[in-house]
């Protein structure tokens, strides 16, 4: 349970971070990013488990900034408020290239990560590296995180979607990482993913945890 804590927690940062024609939701998967970006002047707002929220405003067609933080329920939340940044560098029909940032000032954690995206967003291929590291005296390792996504459009409004995920510290120690199984649900402005998550190892009574997630685009 303490590698699937630690893999949320990384999540957590590389959310924050998170050109082709665009739909809600194409800038990441379930968890992980993308390289597509939106549109300039776009924002969009998405909520994962009704607790964990995140803007983001396209500054230009190929930068997105942000903010994110667990939803307020006590005053202790606020300090889990990240600032993020994504830069797509690369766009063609068959590739897409981005890197982005993260920085949580209470913690003082830093997230850095690079993304491909092969293929249209619609049957897309996306692998991402990215390593975190907190800035206090007493850390002084880097965490690599290793991401792989694969999205299929079975019709208009109907995505299936894959994803794998495992930490530097994971492989170390023999675990096989996690994987997310499910659907987006697509709209002009908004998306719905609906999925589970378990890691790929043998788990006594257990089979998946529910990821829902909704995006907003405005």
Do not use: C
Request: aromatic content about 14%.
């Amino acid at each position: 349970m303490k590698k699937l804590f630690a893999i949320v927690i990384i999540f957590v940062l590389t959310i924050a971070g998170s050109a082709q024609e665009y739909q809600a939701g194409d800038h990441e998967m379930f968890l992980m990013p993308t390289a597509m970006t939106m549109p300039e002047g776009n924002s969009y707002l998405t909520d994962y488990e009704l607790v964990l929220l995140n803007y983001t405003y396209a500054v230009t067609s190929t930068t997105h900034i942000g903010v994110f933080s667990l939803f307020p329920i006590v005053p202790e939340f606020l300090e889990t408020i990240t600032l993020g940044a994504k830069q797509n560098y690369y766009q063609s029909e068959k590739l897409n290239a981005a890197v982005w940032a993260t920085y949580t000032p209470k913690a003082s954690g830093l997230t850095l990560g690079g993304v491909f995206s092969f293929g249209p967003a619609s049957n897309g291929f996306h692998v991402a590296i990215s390593t975190m590291k907190g800035l206090e005296e007493d850390s002084n390792s880097w965490e690599m995180v290793y991401m792989l996504g694969y999205r299929y459009d079975v019709s208009q409004k109907v995505s299936l979607m894959a994803e794998y995920t495992n930490l530097s510290t994971g492989i170390d120690e023999g675990f096989n990482g996690l994987i997310s199984i499910g659907v987006r649900f697509r709209g002009e402005s908004i998306s719905w993913d609906l999925a589970g998550l378990r890691p790929l190892e043998k788990t006594e009574g257990f089979l998946f945890a529910p990821l829902l997630k909704a995006t907003f685009m405005f």
